[in-house]
């Protein structure tokens, strides 16, 4: 069974995909990590593949790290690489 | 007996879309016991290597901006032993020469404040998810992502 998140976009990769959020199905029967999540955008967005690597994901903003257990009801924020200050 | 070292250091964090007056906040960080007040302003550059820049233009995911700016505000504090932290980041359109963040600090002696604006901006660098577009003189635009220290 799949499951639908919405994971919200900023700067470069929300120019783009030309659009504030995008949408992935995960697979609602297996624990799903942040890794998976980073890597099933990368898979259904080819346009930004090539910007995931450098992306972090964030959960009810907070970055967390690659083996953290995903909970679908949470906010997603994939966040690029930071140019403040 | 002197107070030397801060007990509750004075936080402030924002978020503006209007020019940032950062003398507005010297009294703001001002302490008895301190022998230091230190600020330092980021600015729209012209020119980077050659590209003549136009105008910046900021925007930021605002709530988790603003708890990783309190929260490095928080440990500059308590790592540095200040008396007072202050960081403001300008959102939106950033003209040449304006400000585009403002930190301020106190502290008892120098070199507290000399540290811990190198280590704030760092770490406003590295985590605070506040991006830039350039505009540069020909009307091009381009968001800003670096990889690796910037």
């Known amino acids: 069974m799949k499951r639908s998140l919405e994971i919200e976009l900023f700067a470069g990769v929300r120019t783009t995909l030309g659009k504030p959020s995008l949408t992935i ?23 930004i593949a090539g910007m995931i690597p450098a992306c972090r994901l964030a ?9 953290h257990t995903i909970d679908p009801s949470c906010r997603f924020d994939l966040i690029p690489p930071v140019s403040g200050g | 007996v002197t107070q030397t070292k801060p007990i509750v250091p004075r936080i402030h964090i924002a978020l503006t879309h209007d020019p940032i007056d950062h ?10 016991d301190s022998g230091a007040h230190a600020w ?3 600015v729209t550059r012209r020119t980077t290597n050659d590209r003549i820049t136009d105008h910046l233009f ?12 309190d929260h490095i505000a928080i440990s500059a504090a308590s790592r540095f032993n200040l008396f007072a932290v202050v960081i403001i980041h300008r959102l939106g359109k950033v003209d ?5 963040i403002a930190v301020g600090c106190s502290s008892a002696h120098r070199i507290e404040s000399f540290e811990s604006l190198a280590w704030i901006m760092d770490e406003v660098k590295r985590d605070v998810p506040i991006w830039k577009r350039e505009t540069y003189a020909g009307g091009q635009q381009e968001w800003v992502h670096p990889v690796g220290p910037s």
């Open chain 1, 25 to 47: 199905e995960i697979d609602d029967q297996q624990t799903c990590v942040a890794s998976d999540v980073l890597q099933a955008i990368a898979n259904q967005y080819p346009e």
């Open chain 1, 59 to 67: 959960i009810d903003g907070v970055y967390v790290g690659h083996d």
């Open chain 2, 23 to 32: 003398h507005s906040f010297d009294s703001y960080v001002a302490h008895p």
């Open chain 2, 40 to 42: 330092f302003l980021g």
């Open chain 2, 58 to 69: 900021y925007e930021a995911h605002e709530s988790m901006a603003k708890s990783q700016m």
């Open chain 2, 96 to 100: 040449i020469g304006q400000s585009s």
